[in-house]
T-cell receptor, first 114, second 114 residues
Framework: AQTVTQSQPEMSVQEAETVTLSCTYD???????LFWYKQPPSRQMILVIR??????QNATENRFSVNFQKAAKSFSLKISDSQLGDAAMYFC???????????FGQGTRLTINP | DAGITQSPRYKITETGRQVTLMCHQT?????MFWYRQDLGHGLRLIYY???????DKGEVPDGYVVSRSKTENFPLTLESATRSQTSVYFC?????????????FGPGTRLLVL
């Protein structure tokens, strides 16, 4: 069974600085998708970024980018120019190609210090 | 565009009672999902549905029942609530065509079982 591990329960960063959240996963599949979701205090789950495993290029969405290392099964999220509104729980998730189920990591709570 | 909604948003019930959590989506997505979120576990899949009248178990299905008579609705029933079912419940939906495979989440239902 696939597993997703986020080894950092909590992280903090100064406003305007850069922070990287770690995620590793375990799978025997070669085709899959990886996601980062943000959960602010409102509890809404918001998609931040997604990466297709067959793409070598790292996904980027404005201030959010990923470092996808397929051989190492690592999928970290980098947030540049951190803003107060970035404070939230961040979840890494995996989905196998052809399947619909998401497997989530335990989450990382990100605090932004003004 | 309402997207995906859940009701009620908050529910308090007693052990042994039947509780139904509602989920409605306006996108006509084929797939719908129910997750529960507990501290230290991230989100775990309870049940999912590929289409009307097609449902399947997820990681933690015991104690739950689902149905999908209409594409847009996916209710989750706790037939006899237990304290261990105190959690936050998220409904999600996704479409499968092309690249539209991202799951979109509802706002969540916070359930307390006394």
């Amino acid at each position: 069974a696939q597993t997703v591990t986020q080894s950092q329960p909590e992280m903090s960063v100064q406003e305007a600085e850069t922070v990287t959240l770690s995620c590793t996963y375990d799978t025997s599949e070669s085709d899959y998708y990886l996601f980062w979701y943000k959960q602010p205090p409102s509890r809404q789950m918001i998609l931040v970024i997604r990466q297709e495993a067959y793409k070598q290029q790292n996904a980027t969405e404005n201030r959010f980018s990923v470092n996808f290392q397929k051989a190492a099964k690592s999928f970290s999220l980098k947030i540049s120019d951190s803003q107060l509104g970035d404070a939230a729980m961040y979840f890494c998730a995996y989905r196998q190609q052809g399947a619909q189920k998401l497997v989530f990591g335990q989450g990382t709570r990100l605090t932004i210090n003004p | 565009d309402a997207g995906i909604t859940q009701s009620p948003r908050y529910k308090i019930t007693e052990t042994g009672r039947q509780v139904t959590l509602m989920c409605h989506q306006t996108w006509s997505h084929s797939y719908m999902f129910w997750y529960r979120q507990d501290l230290g576990h991230g989100l775990r899949l309870i049940y999912y549905s590929a289409a009307a009248d097609i449902t399947d178990k997820g990681e933690v299905p015991d104690g739950y029942v689902v149905s999908r008579s209409k594409t847009e609705n996916f209710p989750l029933t706790l037939e006899s609530a237990t304290r261990s079912q105190t959690s936050v419940y998220f409904c999600a939906s996704s479409e499968t065509s092309g690249s539209q495979e991202t799951q979109y989440f509802g706002p969540g239902t916070r359930l307390l079982v006394l």
